[in-house]
């Protein structure tokens, strides 16, 4: 296999994959690997999910594009069952995280700007966080590694350390117009924000009139045991960006809004060929008909205890391989004492599919659908890794 016409911005694994089968992927000479990976959080639902198949080939069959000039029945559906599930009243459709990213940037500049406070452009981020690869995103980011050879920052975003209440305190300025935070790093290292830290966000904005934004992209639909992270703290935002797990598979995003936070966008401000496509409406409506369903956000916390134990006594027994377990629901991660890449490579060799993430962890991320067998077989790969290494390094 050649990828010599391809952009070299991928250091690909030697593998490629003929089909999936729920929380496994299978190559065409048929070795089948625990696929723990998800995309990136993306195949929320495993791989070849009945009803979101069902739901693509129907309307497959139907219509695919018409453009946001027209009215889409399924746009609106979903719309309305993100709204009522949330704390959002608005919501504006896209195709990837980044984009969904950029819309929430707009929608907070544009608020400041709609409510007589232009100079208002500012948005605080944190570090280590990962907000998309536009400019704006890589910008909102901060990380030198994406920043550098691309030009100029994209002005209006001011970085803090993580956690740091005093610095966060001391950048917000006249020019402030928003905070904004992954509840749960992914990229960052499956890093939670702290429920106090997170409820004095929402304090911060209410005193200085600024708009609170949260990047759920990857801990959201239902991926930390309840349907948004943010939940857990109790803390609701103005603002929310959405994507990967939303589509379980196909491109979709969404930046969701109070009816207040999104005054500004009105027609003509922004807008998006692609996004909100009846073919994404109808996975993504396929997708909520499994996550809201009675129960199922309740199995995905049970099964996220059992996978937290059986990964907490891998440590314990492989200390020099594994310091310790980090994340919430099926977003967990293990901060390797040695380097992440290598146990990664090692956790392939056992034909288990995870993600490196900053601060020397690797990621965990089954689809939510994941049985208990798989889990135990997972763990079992982990801990076959991890005597391999601690043997090696011995």
Known sequence: ???????????????????????????????????????????????????????????????????????????????????????????????????????????????????????????????????????????????????????????????????DLAALEKAITPETAALLIEPLQGEGGIREVPVAFLKRLRELCDQNGLLLIFDEVQSGVGRTGKFFAHEWAGVTPDIMAIAKGIGGGFPVGACLAT????????????????????????????????VLEDGFLEEVQRKALLMKQGLAAVADEFPDVIEGVRGSGLMLGLKCKMPNTTVNAALRDQKLLTVPAGDNVIRLLPPLTVSDEEIRDALERIRSAARGLSETSA
């Open 259 to 290: 009816a207040e936070a999104a005054s500004g966008m009105t027609a003509g401000v922004h807008g998006t060929t692609f996004g909100g496509n009846p073919l994404a409406m109808a996975v993504g409506n396929a997708v909520l008909d499994v």
């Open 1 to 163: 296999m050649s990828g010599s016409a391809l952009f070299d911005t991928f250091a690909r694994a030697p593998l490629a994959f003929e089909r999936g089968e729920g929380s496994w992927l299978i190559t065409e000479d048929g070795q089948r690997y625990l696929d723990f990976a998800g995309g990136i959080a993306v195949n929320s639902l495993g791989h070849g999910h009945p009803k979101l198949v069902a739901a693509l080939t129907e309307q497959a069959g139907k219509l695919w594009h018409t453009s946001n000039l027209y009215e889409i029945p399924g746009q609106s559906r979903l719309g309305e069952r993100l709204a009522d599930a949330t704390f959002a009243d608005k919501v504006f459709f896209t195709n990837s995280g980044a984009e969904a990213l950029e819309c929430a940037i707009k929608t907070a500049r544009r608020y400041q700007y709609v409510n007589g406070r232009p100079e208002r452009f500012h948005i605080i981020t944190f570090e280590g966080a990962f907000h998309g690869r536009t400019l704006a995103t890589i910008a909102a980011g901060g990380q030198q590694k994406y920043l550098e050879g691309f030009g100029p920052k994209v002005e209006g975003f001011d970085q803090v350390p993580f956690g």
